[in-house]
């Protein structure tokens, strides 16, 4: 039975395959320690040897740290089946392990290398006997397995048999392109671990099917001793098995424990979604912005009642935590989650009220936020305070031989008064945001207001948008240790933004107010 699977991540090596990403030497040893230290996978592939110099100087970097902090043997390089040159280029950067690239499929082996399997096998031990010579940890990638093991297992078996007394650490069985589904993977595993039960195999999923972890759950259960995947399901094509999926699937489904520390899978999420510019899907299992949100009332209500709606996927166990949206599928108990989250109390009568205005407004929103309920409230309560900041005017100048300069007017109502100050100011800038936003900061130093930082900026414009199309400007807040988010619409991409700073500054003017 086993006891103990390992789980090696490829991100840096499979992962960066994807199109149009491509890792500085610097992220990649980033993103080693965070993958080793912080999270604690067992291995990691870090690149393909004699690719370029950049992958070398990443090689290099990443191995010297390694071989300082005892990981040395948990840094593996893609390898050729060349004899000497792949393992040389590993040595040379006191790498210790090396991934031999052989042939997994007949197909691959005849129409791309060419070769008799009998030429094959012979380069394979050639290669070997060359990486053990000089030291290094041998694993062996069977590419195209899957497919060879559909068309010619003959031949897989014919390696297999030649090669079990080699001084090979892993056999790596890749689906490459993501063409089996799990029961398909539980019988071809199942069969060659009880040929040969003395071989310790991985397996590594392909997502072309969207079967890459499901894939990977059924491999662990035929018995594989490893898997591999990447964060966030990176990968050519369709991607890998995603790394938090597979973890959290083995250990639910399976009883299966890792070494991996699930508190600090969303972080390296983040982290990957930041350097390799690829925003992951808002429904991404474990990792996505809507997964641990409820939006229907219904559900609402029986996790208020008594958690009817909740699974062991607890939204803790990645230091996340649950949201229940507002919209026009919301329910009282949608409310009263988001009004808690804000501190806000109203009484049976005016929470009818508002989540009227809230179902109203979703047919003409897309989102409500419960940073969104201050307004909804002042505007349903008729509160005549409902905005302790108000922008006047501005003029926003950009040219081609200056720094843009914003102006600007606005009303400011202290707290306790009813009349309002009016302040102005201008600032150069970036660009015309930027100008703004210094001018907003003048401003605000005189009536010793502090602005919070901005976390993160996106401009969406509609598909199939023209020059006068409008924008959608969203810009994420951090207030006290939380986010916050605010968007603003128009045809003018600085003016957006402004309209989103303009509800920024009321929100946390109302919430300071409220407490």
Same mark, same amino acid.
């Given at each position: 039975?086993?006891?103990?699977?390992?789980?090696?991540?490829?991100?840096?090596?499979?992962?960066?395959?994807?199109?149009?990403?491509?890792?500085?030497?610097?992220?990649?040893?980033?993103?080693?320690?965070?993958?080793?230290?912080?999270?604690?996978?067992?291995?990691?592939?870090?690149?393909?040897?004699?690719?370029?110099?950049?992958?070398?100087?990443?090689?290099?970097?990443?191995?010297?740290?390694?071989?300082?902090?005892?990981?040395?043997?948990?840094?593996?390089?893609?390898?050729?089946? &060349?004899?000497?040159?792949?393992?040389?280029?590993?040595?040379?950067?006191?790498?210790?392990?090396?991934?031999?690239?052989?042939?997994?499929?007949?197909?691959?082996?005849?129409?791309?290398?060419?070769?008799?399997?009998?030429?094959?096998?012979?380069?394979?031990?050639?290669?070997?006997?060359?990486?053990?010579?000089?030291?290094?940890?041998?694993?062996?990638?069977?590419?195209?397995?899957?497919?060879?093991?559909?068309?010619?297992?003959?031949?897989?078996?014919?390696?297999?048999?030649?090669?079990?007394?080699?001084?090979?650490?892993?056999?790596?069985?890749?689906?490459?392109?993501?063409?089996?589904?799990?029961?398909?993977?539980?019988?071809?595993?199942?069969?060659?671990?009880? %040929?040969?039960?003395?071989?310790?195999?991985?397996?590594?999923?392909?997502?072309?099917?969207?079967?890459?972890?499901?894939?990977?759950?059924?491999?662990?259960?035929?018995?594989?001793?490893?898997?591999?995947?990447?964060?966030?399901?990176?990968?050519?094509?369709?991607?890998?098995?995603?790394?938090?999926?597979?973890?959290?699937?083995?250990?639910?489904?399976?009883?299966?424990?890792?070494?991996?520390?699930?508190?600090?899978?969303?972080?390296?999420?983040?982290?990957?979604?930041?350097?390799?510019?690829?925003?992951?899907?808002?429904?991404?299992?474990?990792?996505?912005?809507?997964?641990?949100?409820?939006?229907?009332?219904?559900?609402?209500?029986? &996790?208020? %009642?008594?958690?009817?709606?909740?699974?062991?996927?607890?939204?803790?166990?990645?230091?996340?935590?649950?949201?229940?949206?507002?919209?026009?599928?919301?329910?009282?108990?949608?409310?009263?989650?988001?009004?808690?989250?804000?501190?806000?109390?109203?009484?049976?009568?005016?929470?009818?009220?508002?989540?009227?205005?809230?179902?109203?407004?979703?047919?003409?929103?897309?989102?409500?936020?419960?940073?969104?309920?201050?307004?909804?409230?002042? &505007?349903?309560?008729?509160?005549?305070?409902?905005?302790?900041?108000?922008?006047?005017?501005?003029?926003?100048?950009?040219?081609?031989?200056?720094?843009?300069?914003?102006?600007?007017?606005?009303?400011?109502?202290?707290?306790?008064?009813?009349?309002?100050?009016?302040?102005?100011?201008?600032?150069?800038?970036?660009?015309?945001?930027?100008?703004?936003?210094?001018?907003?900061?003048?401003?605000?130093?005189?009536?010793?207001?502090?602005?919070?930082?901005?976390?993160?900026?996106?401009?969406?414009?509609?598909?199939?948008?023209?020059?006068?199309?409008?924008?959608?400007?969203?810009?994420?807040?951090?207030?006290?240790?939380?986010?916050?988010?605010?968007?603003?619409?128009?045809? &003018?991409?600085?003016?957006?933004?402004?309209?989103?700073?303009?509800?920024?500054?009321?929100?946390?003017?109302?919430?300071?107010?409220?407490?």
């Amino acid at each position: 039975m086993l006891t103990r699977l390992e789980i090696m991540d490829t991100t840096l090596r499979d992962g960066e395959q994807m199109k149009n990403v491509s890792y500085s030497s610097d992220e990649k040893l980033a993103l080693s320690k965070i993958l080793l230290d912080e999270v604690g996978v067992d291995r990691i592939e870090v690149a393909s040897a004699k690719v370029s110099e950049g992958e070398k100087e990443a090689v290099r970097k990443i191995v010297e740290w390694a071989n300082n902090n005892k990981y040395g043997e948990k840094i593996e390089v893609l390898g050729f089946v &060349d004899i000497h040159e792949s393992a040389d280029w590993i040595f040379n950067l006191e790498g210790k392990v090396i991934n031999i690239l052989s042939k997994g499929s007949l197909k691959h082996l005849t129409t791309q290398l060419k070769k008799t399997k009998e030429q094959h096998l012979k380069e394979i031990k050639e290669t070997i006997m060359y990486a053990d010579k000089k030291g290094l940890i041998c694993n062996i990638w069977f590419e195209d397995w899957s497919n060879g093991m559909i068309d010619s297992p003959d031949y897989i078996y014919f390696l297999l048999d030649h090669l079990r007394e080699e001084n090979i650490k892993r056999f790596m069985l890749p689906d490459t392109l993501g063409v089996l589904y799990p029961a398909q993977v539980y019988n071809f595993i199942r069969e060659i671990i009880l %040929k040969y039960p003395g071989l310790h195999f991985d397996f590594h999923g392909h997502n072309d099917y969207g079967m890459a972890t499901a894939n990977t759950i059924a491999a662990v259960e035929a018995g594989v001793k490893g898997v591999h995947c990447t964060v966030n399901g990176m990968g050519e094509r369709a991607g890998n098995a995603a790394l938090d999926e597979v973890v959290v699937g083995i250990k639910d489904f399976l009883n299966i424990e890792t070494d991996i520390k699930e508190e600090n899978l969303f972080n390296l999420s983040k982290m990957v979604e930041a350097f390799s510019a690829y925003r992951i899907a808002a429904n991404k299992p474990i990792s996505g912005e809507n997964v641990f949100t409820q939006t229907a009332g219904i559900h609402a209500d029986g &996790d208020r %009642k008594g958690n009817l709606y909740i699974s062991r996927l607890l939204p803790e166990r990645f230091n996340r935590k649950r949201q229940y949206s507002l919209g026009k599928l919301s329910g009282k108990s949608n409310l009263d989650f988001n009004l808690e989250e804000i501190g806000l109390k109203l009484s049976k009568d005016q929470k009818k009220n508002v989540l009227n205005r809230v179902i109203e407004l979703s047919d003409k929103k897309k989102t409500i936020t419960s940073y969104d309920l201050p307004y909804i409230v002042s &505007d349903v309560l008729n509160d005549p305070e409902e905005k302790i900041f108000k922008l006047k005017a501005y003029n926003i100048l950009t040219s081609h031989s200056n720094r843009p300069v914003a102006t600007i007017k606005m009303s400011y109502r202290e707290n306790g008064k009813s009349d309002f100050i009016e302040l102005e100011g201008s600032a150069q800038g970036n660009g015309g945001y930027d100008a703004f936003m210094n001018a907003i900061k003048k401003l605000f130093r005189k009536i010793d207001f502090d602005l919070p930082p901005l976390v993160d900026y996106i401009i969406t414009i509609p598909p199939g948008g023209k020059t006068d199309a409008l924008v959608q400007c969203t810009i994420t807040w951090e207030v006290d240790k939380k986010n916050i988010i605010t968007k603003g619409v128009n045809s &003018d991409q600085v003016l957006a933004a402004i309209e989103a700073t303009e509800k920024m500054l009321n929100i946390i003017a109302l919430l300071k107010k409220e407490k």
